[in-house]
């Protein structure tokens, strides 16, 4: 079965959504319900199919009623970041031409939130008293519609990802969700643990993929790692998918704290989003066993790869080979690079996405030589047998004197220190070389930000790096502003060390 409706009627009481917090979940019977009331609504303020509807929520049910609604009026939905401002929010529901945007209180940015004509904002409380004013049942102009997410916005103002909207019947099975039942043979004996943002593609794409596959979908309202441990035992977790950063969070408890729970019901630890250090996932796999899965891939949906913890330990560091659409490695101009080069990361064969109102970059992200190949800035290069590398983004390369050095290999280092918790690293001004490297470092004691502890880190460097890559400097944070979905803020880091344009 493909579709929560045909789960509804299979299996009215299984839990849909359960919330780690103790709040109310959700039954498919009641997410079904909830999600045609909500349609209704949609269509009684005059939302037509192709239209675009938003969230600014917590991960809360209510976020499921909203999409399940949308998808079901052939509308698309466009999740909203709850750390964004006012003014950002603003942005994201004028560029996406949101005519509903369903917000909650608890959102910080919400009283700077303009009311634009046309556009219904609606609070959580007036979502669920609406919603149960509605007459039940499906309406009769159904169509399929899928989400709209913006970009986290690490290198400018985010981008809105717009992809075709789905053809044929509301309950058909959607490609995303058979990849996922493909890969990982996800169903109705499954529970899907999301420790992460719902905001987030990855988190929203497969937890409404486990929906359209019938599995008890788990949603934890922040990650904590002891917590984390906690559901995976009590709600007997088969399936989770996770970031770096919470692999990390996870390894530095205590021994005793990760072995006093019990994660044997775990079959599946699927990570992407951000690149994991070697050691990291080495010690995640001794610990857990081959259950890991890495996927690369963005929300433009144009092309991924994939590879299991056997292929990884055969080939530590790779994100593996391509399983939806044509992998290929190029230089600037376009030309597709031998195994082993670096290079510009494109997939061909992936679906055809475009940056909404924005032409350019829709046209900086197609190679020049083959229109039909897709990047995301990304760099790396592929090995004899097909397994790619990646080194790191274009947009984080460091030019210092002439050589190009790619910051990504520095910080899975630096998270390796005992006493490092997290690490960013930047190019920042010099008036010989135009640039060198500096290490912004997140200490797991702040009482560790000391010039020792600097001087301790650029040693550490120089033990296992080559002299130009490693940090001249070191700055330290008491809080990287690293997005939840693993992703490193340094556009916020640099801003400190560049002057403004």
């Known amino acids: 079965m493909t579709h929560p409706r045909l789960h509804a009627l299979a299996a009215p009481d299984r839990p849909a959504v359960i919330m780690t917090d103790g709040s109310p979940g959700l039954s498919y019977a009641q997410l079904e319900d909830r999600a045609n009331r909500g349609v209704r609504l949609i269509r009684s303020l005059g939302i037509a199919t192709g239209q675009t509807i938003a969230y600014w ?27 964004l401002t006012g003014a950002e929010a603003d942005y994201i529901v004028e560029n996406s031409g949101a005519r509903l945007v369903v917000v909650s ?46 970009s986290s916005g690490t290198t400018g103002r985010p981008k809105g990802i717009r992809l075709p909207l789905p053809q ?73 998918q996770m970031v770096p950063t919470m692999f990390v969070r996870l390894l530095k408890l205590p021994e005793e704290v990760r072995k006093a729970r019990d994660l044997s019901s775990l079959r599946h630890v699927i990570h992407a989003a951000a690149p994991c250090p070697v050691p990291v996932k080495h010690a995640m796999i001794e610990w857990l066993g081959p ?5 690369y891939g963005g929300s433009e949906g144009n092309g991924s790869t994939g590879i299991t913890s056997e292929e990884w330990l055969r080939k530590p560091g790779s994100v593996g080979k391509a399983t939806w659409g ?22 061909e064969g992936g679906w055809d996405f475009q940056y909404l109102g924005d032409p350019d970059k829709t046209r900086d992200s197609r190679n020049p030589l083959h229109p039909t ?69 997140q200490p797991l004691d702040p009482a560790d930000a000391t010039a020792d502890f600097a001087a301790e880190l650029m040693a550490f460097c120089r033990e296992h790096l080559s002299p130009v890559k490693c940090p001249r400097s070191v700055d330290f944070d008491p809080a990287l502003p690293r997005l939840d979905n693993g992703k490193l803020y340094k556009r916020l880091i640099k801003d400190r060390y560049w002057p403004a344009k």
Request: glycine letters at 8%; a negative charge.
């Open 57 to 83: 929520l917590p991960n809360c049910p209510e976020v499921f009623e909203v999409y399940w609604a949308g998808q079901r009026a052939g509308l698309y939905v466009t999740p909203i970041a709850t750390a």
């Open 373 to 441: 190949w897709s990047a995301l800035g990304d760099i790396g290069y592929v090995d004899q047998d097909g397994y790619l590398f990646l080194t790191d983004r274009k947009s984080h390369m460091i030019i210092s004197g002439g050589v190009n050095i790619y910051p990504q290999e520095v910080e899975n280092l630096l998270i390796t220190h005992p006493r490092v918790a997290d690490a960013a690293v930047i190019g920042v001004p010099n008036p010989d070389f135009g640039e060198e490297v500096k290490a912004v470092v």
């Open 291 to 295: 259950i890991l899965y890495e996927y």
């Open 168 to 240: 044929g019947a509301v309950t058909d099975l959607h490609q995303l969700a058979a990849q996922i039942e493909g890969r990982y043979g996800l169903g109705p004996q499954d529970t899907y643990l999301s420790p992460a943002p719902l905001y987030h593609t990855a988190p929203l794409a497969y937890t409404t993929a486990a929906h359209r596959l019938g599995a008890t979908v788990v949603v934890m309202p922040k990650f904590d790692p002891e917590e984390w441990l906690a559901a995976v035992e009590r709600y007997r977790v088969t399936m989770t």
């Open 105 to 150: 209180p608890e959102i910080a940015g919400l009283a700077a939130l303009s009311r634009p004509a046309g556009v219904t904002i609606m609070t959580l409380e007036e979502w669920r008293a609406t919603l149960d004013a509605q007459p039940p049942g499906p309406i009769a102009d159904e169509a399929p519609g899928f989400h709209m997410v913006y």
């Open 326 to 347: 044509t992998l290929h490695i190029c230089d600037d101009a376009g030309n597709e690079l031998p195994a082993g080069e670096q290079g510009i990361v494109y997939f």
